[in-house]
């Protein structure tokens, strides 16, 4: 019987009930390191939410029927492919938390053009006045007819651009795939992603992150921004480069940042910044929740289980990851 | 040469250029209380923000040309009714503010749904960890295939409905209007407010305070709605009995208020509440800065100076105020 590893009890036993059809599930949760131990070298596809301790560079050569990871997240940067035989196929969840994060991300941009957190937080803290706030308030970004920009056109920002749109907002997007939407204007390479800096009030990032998009967004990048757009991270914190936005932050008060991701340190995502970037007004940030929030709406589990049996099965997975992207 | 008086400089000449082929135009903040009273007895029309300390009782009386007045702000429950003379025709300015508004609206549903104002604040207070504030964003509300409850359905329920609709939401409206619209099924009188409550996931109040409205979301109202419903409110404070959903908020932590306007208190709207309903985390509160945005577009002074020459000109003005609603 073939087996499949699901490392999370995020994946309820209804959803595990259509993969049971195709092959022996093996709880990991469940086993102590002894049982571990005894089922890794009969492992051919693994479930992953995050990167399992037991899923060292030992254990990795003696999963030799290894063939098939894939992953709850959308984002991979947490795959030590550097431990991964190259005949392991990993596949992302892309797509599938597209509804919460996409919900997550507008939220953030209208706090932040709004300036909903900052004024509900100066009103919580000192009582007072109404004219004192709303000097504070200056700058709201009134969307219609402004210009929303989506740097990574996937399934979070297509889902950005139909609210953008339903906003009366023009929309445009940088990306690599060949799709092209009514109402959208794409745009590639370098150039295309500056000329989306530059025309956009607000831009969204729902991008992965990889070897080529990590620090993207540098000093020269935000300085053709702009000067009071809104920039939203719903991505990976390490797309944007952090000193370069604490500056860019500080000298631009109109200018404003709102992520739901954060910087690594030591490979694990901190709210610990290196800058005191969390204390400038402009910056509005929530604890990588719009994740959690899909998940709690059942649909990524759901959809790694359906790719499961599609490799099960012998079809072509979605969202097979180009692992020359990713370091080694 | 008939005369107009305005009373705000937030009309800027381009916007009162259009007015000066019809009328004469009195700049009201540029008269000292001599040049004032030199004029009262000839003016015939008024364009106000607020109430102006100068339209007491006598000054009124002396006003005896006066047939017209014409509100920058959307609500009138700041007219002194009982003081101005049945003939003359009050007109609101409903429908200017509708994008600046109905976007705000939305950001504020957006910050509790999500929990981003609880969690911003949270990030930079505490300086904690992921889990801990994670932990405090349970209960976030997905809103694709939920509903949106609208409660007064005119310009601003329109906006926020066409943005629930690009969500992926149910709308169902609360109304007196006649009008229906595709996709949003609209509920009249007493049963059919029961039954928008009841209903929705989120619920906009986007109605003028009047007799008729004031403190119709109370107790009763509250307890019938979802335990984990959003109330957010763009209209006047007052509509909602202070008591009630404060307690209500008190024993739901679930469920979530978020509103732009605040109680009034000795005829003022203040940011000073009765209860301490500022520190519940499921309360989220900007200081009415929705309006503001909308006058900084532009849109209410090109809508009040129509309005003015629709009135001048012998054709019916918009939004003519029904003042049997409003306490005399």
């Known amino acids: 019987m073939r087996r499949v590893l699901v490392t999370t009890d995020r994946i309820g036993l ?132 402004g210009t929303m920009g989506i740097i990574g056109y996937g399934g979070i920002g297509r889902a950005v651009a139909r609210f953008a749109a339903a906003f009366g907002m023009n929309v445009v997007a940088f990306g690599r795939g060949s799709r092209r939407e009514k109402g959208v204007r794409l745009y590639r390479g370098r150039s295309g992603l500056d000329k989306v800096l530059r025309l956009s009030d607000a831009v969204l990032i729902s991008l992965p992150l990889t070897k080529l998009t990590e620090g993207l967004i540098g000093s020269r990048e935000l300085g053709i921004m702009k000067k009071n757009a ?43 910044t290196e800058f005191s970037i969390k204390d400038l007004p402009n910056f509005v940030g929530t604890p990588h929740t719009s994740g959690p929030a899909g998940v709690a709406s059942g649909e990524p589990q759901r959809a790694v289980v359906l790719n499961t049996i599609r490799y099960l099965r012998g079809l072509k997975p979605r969202n097979i990851v180009n692992r020359t992207e990713y370091a080694e």
């Open 14 to 145: 209804e959803e595990l009930a259509g993969l049971l059809r195709h092959a022996d599930v093996v709880k990991g949760w469940k086993l102590d390191e002894g049982g571990i131990q005894a089922v890794l070298p009969e492992v051919e596809a693994a479930i992953l939410l995050g990167w399992p301790p037991y899923f060292t560079r030992e254990n990795l050569e003696r999963m030799v029927r290894l063939r098939f990871v894939q992953t709850m997240s959308v984002g991979v940067n947490q795959i030590r492919f550097q431990d991964l035989p190259r005949r392991v196929m990993v596949c992302s969840n892309a797509g599938a938390y597209s509804t919460a994060v996409g919900e997550h991300a507008w939220g953030l941009l209208l706090a932040a053009a709004k300036w909903i957190a900052l004024t509900d937080a100066a009103i919580k803290q000192e009582q007072g006045a109404f004219d004192q706030f709303r000097a504070g308030a200056k700058d709201t970004l009134v969307l219609k007819g």
């Open 230 to 272: 809104v920039l939203v991270n719903v991505a990976r914190g390490d797309i944007v480069h952090q000193r370069a936005l604490y500056e860019h932050l500080k000298s631009n008060p109109s200018f404003r940042y709102a992520t739901d991701v954060w910087w690594f340190k030591e490979g694990k995502e901190t709210l610990e």
